[in-house]
């Protein structure tokens, strides 16, 4: 069975779970800091960790103390809304979350302290059951309307049309970035005939169709799309032995390309001749294995994570020059931050209307 498949089926189940599972979870009351103001709150996902809480702590704790230090734009929100380190929910997620774990935190623990936006942030590549429990995540934060700026390393395996929702900001590079990226090193070194290979891999429709559009609008350099190839078993790459192509772009997991990539050796398909371009997710880290031919090239992003606890730092701000703009907006005028009311079940309101 194909793996997009899988994460669909899978999606679905816990969507029917997610319904039967979350009666009697519901949104507190909003409320008020010492000081008077009203308390913007926000909920944060990193991943599960015995030793780096402290890292992420700290970082959350710089990171709102900077707001009010900033030599740029002065954030004027700050002067009704008490958004301090506090407000910040902090919550870790295993690989696999189970759907209960999703439900607790999203329902039980955001909700209650009626959240204005979520920070997803994981570096999991593992591109199969944890791009399913992210994407259930963050759909189910869409049916609850509530914003999400996430920085997730696997996220060239979401479903496309999920995460290109608006109530979703994607600040790890995506698919589309990776094979603009990729197709740039072609034009800096005038190859204009590629060929696609993928495996079957979460998201690899998705890359091909990125690719093939990102083709489409580029005017002053023309490319030609030899060959889209699923490879499913070594044979499938004879395709390319009986074309033309030279120039080959790749997406897969690293131990798919490592057996893609000694099948291609064994029909010649590597070598001087030859150029394979890869994407992250055939990277990982910066540790090649000797399965890689010489000169390969690709895309790589720092998923680290201390990268990751940088990235915290930046989602945080984001979101504070988010509410910035929203609450100077006049059509916003009278429009609260908080979810108030929203509720899992049926009492309450069942969407955040605000969040979009």
């Known amino acids: 069975m194909r793996v997009e498949t899988c994460l669909c089926i899978s999606i679905v189940v816990l969507c029917v779970f997610a319904v039967e599972y979350a ?3 519901r949104s507190g009351t909003s409320t008020k800091s010492s000081s008077g103001k009203n308390e913007l709150n926000i909920g944060l996902i990193a991943p599960h960790t015995n030793f780096g809480k402290r890292e992420y702590l700290r970082a959350v ?21 008490a958004f301090l380190p506090a407000n910040i929910h902090f919550g870790m997620m295993s690989l696999t979350p189970s759907p209960t774990a999703i439900l607790e935190t999203l329902c039980k623990t955001f909700l209650q302290v009626n959240v204005s936006a979520i920070l997803y942030m994981m570096n999991y590549e593992q591109y199969g059951r944890s791009t399913a429990s992210a994407q259930y995540f ?34 790890a590079p995506s698919i589309e970035h990776q094979s603009a990226a990729m197709l740039s090193i072609l034009e800096r ?8 290979v993928t495996s079957q891999i979460a998201g690899h429709d998705d890359f091909v169709q990125a690719v093939r559009e990102r083709v489409a609008q580029m005017d002053h350099f023309k490319f030609t799309i030899l060959n889209s190839i699923i490879v499913t078993r070594p044979n499938d790459l004879m395709e390319l032995v009986n074309s033309e192509a030279r120039v080959m772009l790749l997406y897969a997991t690293k131990s798919e390309a490592i057996d893609i990539l000694h099948a291609a050796q064994d029909l010649k398909l590597t070598g001087e001749n030859y150029v394979w371009v890869v994407t992250q997710s055939v990277i ?11 000169g390969m090239l690709g895309v790589h992003f ?29 059509a916003n005028h009278g429009r609260k931050l908080n979810t108030h009311m929203l509720s899992c079940e049926n009492e309450g309101q069942a969407r955040w209307d605000n969040g979009e």
């Open 302 to 330: 720092d998923t680290s994570s201390a990268q990751l606890v940088n990235e915290i730092a930046t989602a945080i701000k984001v979101f504070a020059y988010g509410v910035e703009y929203y609450l100077t907006d006049p």
């Open 61 to 81: 704790n710089s990171a709102v103390l900077a707001l009010s230090k900033t030599r740029g734009q002065k954030l004027t929100f700050l002067k009704d809304y």
């Open 189 to 196: 070194y005038k190859w204009h005939q590629f060929s696609v």
């Open 138 to 171: 963050l759909q189910l934060a869409g049916y609850l309307g509530i914003p999400v700026i996430s920085w997730n390393a696997d996220n060239s395996g979401l479903e496309r049309r999920a995460s290109q929702s608006t109530l979703q900001l994607q600040l």
């Open 23 to 25: 009666s009697g979870w």
């Open 284 to 294: 990982e880290n910066t540790q090649t294995h000797p399965q890689f031919p010489v």
